[in-house]
DNA sequence: ATGACGATTTACT
DNA sequence: GTAAATCGTCATA
């Protein structure tokens, strides 16, 4: 009788993989590969080292903070699974996976990711978008929530995509976990103005891994 | 209709 | 270290 180890071969995310609170989700997904699938056919991936839970209405650092609902952040409300990308600064984008309960506005945010299939193709995304003269380091490839969008080329045309559906996007489980990863926690970037919620130790990543942002 | 600002990145002093 | 870039969204009126 042939017997299949789980754990031999990559598996594909699925719904209930994202059906959990954000702050469960966020230190899950270290370790996990974000793959894109480009039109061409040609397949990125990163390893996800840095991510942040946004755990719903109650989280002033949210965008549904106070029940905000809008047609910005309606991706928020869905079931869990859908990715949740949005426009900032007049020019990055961001990504998520939303997570919890269908109704419950809970996402967690991708920061940073490793390189590990189609780095040559991130880079040319990111040159395509700045106009840096001398080569990207692999480290600065895919090191903050903006930078991975350009990388992977993830846009407001994904905002709303079922990640357990989709066939160009989605998040994997590699074969083997290489190293047992040391994970590390702190508070969230960039969200100075959540007051008390600022500081909340919502911010996890794979401890000493360079591609982290900053 | 208007204005303030952002879950960031990059360049520059 | 500080500041510019750049525009969609939302709150207020």
Redesign the pocket.
Known sequence: MTRRTPAARPARWTRDDFARPADELAPALLGRLLVRLLPGGERLAGRIVET?A?LGEEDL????ARG?R????EA?YGPPGLA?V???????H?F?AVCGRLGEPA???I?ALEPIEGADLMRAL?DS????RSP?PET?LA??????C?ALDIN?SHNGLDLARAPDLFVESPAAIDPPPRVAVGP????A?AGAWAAAPLRWWLEGNPHV??
């Open positions: 942040e946004y650092a949210s965008h549904s905000r809008s047609p910005r952040n928020m949740y949005f426009f900032t600064y007049g020019m990055h961001c998520n996402a967690v945010l920061r990111r978008h700045s106009r840096r990207i600065d090191s903050g929530p903006a930078r991975l350009q407001r969230r970037i960039g969200v103005y942002s900053r």
